[in-house]
């Protein structure tokens, strides 16, 4: 199915591509304006008011969810047992990689400003989401907004990304003047690793940019390697939940 409609039917195939990432960023822009115009951070005022992010990423989630359920199977994922291995293996090393500016930043001697500390993601990343500060830890709401946010970014960010990212620009790069959609999955080349592993980097914040290069780099060549994108998916889905699991044991909630 995903081979035949994106050779018979690309505009579809472009659709179902893009339409679940522009889902995923339509409700981050929705929280930006939450935050700039809705929250107001005061004990007094209910938590949906003081925490927008608790309600607003749930729905994304499920948003994000539908959609790439219902269009399964239009999805070249090729799933390969050894492929999503080694896709396993190459999400634990790179989120190693992103983790590790943090990491260090406990046992470095660092200043706290704004210099070239920053920029190599050696910085403290203790605020982030926080479902304990909001309904306390151990309630079942604050249970329900973990398991939440694990599926957002382990299922749902590997999904929406991958796609996006491998199976569309990738293609898209390659041949943005011609019949992009007909390039096999994984095929490489220096521009479409320039353009897709920048505007990966780009996408997070400045402190990530040191772990996004390294963490988007190994993607790009599982991605070449494997032509898998199922490995790809494995791998970002790996990393975020090891990220996740760091994020949450260490107290580094800045770091998801």
């Not at 749930?58 to 999503?84: D, G, H, M």
């Not at 190599?120 to 398991?147: H, I, N, Q, S």
Request: hydrophobic share 55%.
């Amino acid at each position: 199915m995903s081979d035949r409609l994106r050779l018979e039917q690309p505009s579809l195939w472009v659709r179902r591509q893009v339409i679940p990432f522009a889902i995923f960023m339509g409700f981050l822009l929705l929280l930006q304006a939450a935050g700039a115009f809705f929250a107001v951070d005061l004990p007094s005022q209910p938590w949906w008011r003081r925490a927008p992010e608790q309600w607003i990423y749930p729905l994304q989630t499920i948003a994000c969810l539908v959609v790439l359920v219902r269009w399964w199977k239009s999805y070249e994922f090729n799933w390969s047992l050894k492929w999503s291995a080694i896709g396993a293996v190459f999400g634990a090393v790179g989120i190693g990689f992103w983790i590790l500016p943090t990491f260090l930043y406990g046992y470095l001697d660092v200043p706290h400003s704004d210099g070239w500390w920053r920029w190599l993601g050696v910085v403290e990343r203790k605020d982030g989401f926080d479902p304990g500060e909001m309904f306390g830890e151990g309630t079942g709401a604050y249970w329900a907004a973990l398991v939440m946010r694990f599926v957002r970014a382990a299922v749902v960010v590997a999904l929406v990304e991958e796609i996006f990212w491998r199976s569309f620009m990738m293609r898209l790069v390659l041949d943005w003047d011609g019949d992009y959609w007909k390039q096999r999955f994984g095929r490489g080349s220096w521009l479409s690793y320039a353009v897709v592993t920048g505007l990966f980097v780009v996408a997070h914040a400045p402190s990530d940019y040191p772990g996004a290069l390294v963490y988007g780099s190994l993607t790009y060549l599982l991605c070449i390697w494997s032509r898998n994108l199922g490995a790809c998916v494995v791998m970002h889905a790996v990393a975020n939940l090891l990220m996740g699991l760091y994020a949450v044991q260490s107290g580094n909630l800045g770091l998801w």
